[in-house]
């Protein structure tokens, strides 16, 4: 079947530390996107990318970096200049990122998410 | 600003009908998504709306008006798995490739 895949589930950062979060997807998609969601608050982009070797910043990407050098994968490294990673990260997909037809159900697919905490 | 609001928290009865709002202040208007997300799980697609109007998907139907910046979902025969978190998202400009996401509304659902 196909979807998307997150790990790890949980993870434990220590202070200074870079860590990276994996995503997978099997769906074919070319948009990829990294949310972090804190309570309270809604989904906000930290980066996202339309097209292999090709990513662009959202509205929180400072202290995380990303790559896509395969279609199917898109990591996040949560960087030591991240003050406040503990959170929970969404990675999604879908079959377009640019364009949009009326009438055409173009949702996000998402992973089951990655719990992030510093201690 | 870009802007989504949406109920922090509601209660209904199992069984029940219950109504979730949504008001939206963007640039530009490219389509309405709800999602529903179970505590500590991601995201799932409920429906999506374009155009104004009404679309009925099952239990769940989803209700646009772009003049008044305003959506609802609509869940009937509510039952207890029910109980999640709905959010409410718009893509602001056409070809544009961002969603913008509430905070979400917090549904639970009492026998």
């Known amino acids: 079947d196909g979807g998307i895949t997150q790990s790890p589930k949980y993870l434990f950062r220590k202070e200074g530390q870079n860590v990276t979060l994996s995503c997978e997807q099997n769906?074919?998609?070319?948009?990829m996107y990294w949310y972090r969601q804190d309570p309270g608050q809604g989904l906000r982009l930290i980066y996202y990318?339309?097209?292999?070797?090709?990513?662009q910043k959202g509205d929180i990407a400072e202290g995380y970096s990303v790559s896509r050098e395969k279609k199917e994968s898109f990591p996040l490294t949560v960087t030591s200049a991240q003050k406040n990673p503990t959170a929970f990260y969404l990675c999604?997909?879908?079959?377009?990122?640019?364009?949009?037809?009326?009438?055409?159900?173009?949702?996000?697919?998402f992973g089951s998410g990655t719990r992030l905490t510093v201690v | 600003g870009q802007n989504i609001d949406q109920p922090t928290e509601m209660t209904a009865t199992e069984g029940a009908i219950v109504q979730i709002n949504c008001t939206y202040q963007t640039s530009g208007f490219n389509g309405l998504f709800w999602y529903q997300q179970h505590a500590g799980e991601a995201p799932t697609f409920l429906s999506y709306?374009?155009?104004?109007g009404l679309e009925e998907k099952g239990r769940f139907s989803s209700f646009l008006s772009r003049s008044k910046g305003y959506s609802y979902l609509l869940l009937k025969e509510l039952q207890m798995k029910d109980s999640a978190s709905y959010l409410c998202?718009?893509?602001?400009?056409?070809?544009?490739?961002?969603?913008?996401f509430g905070a979400g509304t917090r549904l639970f659902v009492k026998a």
């Open positions: 769906l074919n998609h070319d948009a």
């Open positions: 998202a718009v893509r602001p400009n056409t070809g544009g490739f961002k969603t913008i």
């Open positions: 709306n374009v155009l104004d």
């Open positions: 999604a997909s879908s079959m377009r990122s640019l364009g949009f037809r009326a009438g055409t159900e173009d949702g996000y697919t």
């Open positions: 990318s339309q097209i292999v070797n090709d990513f």
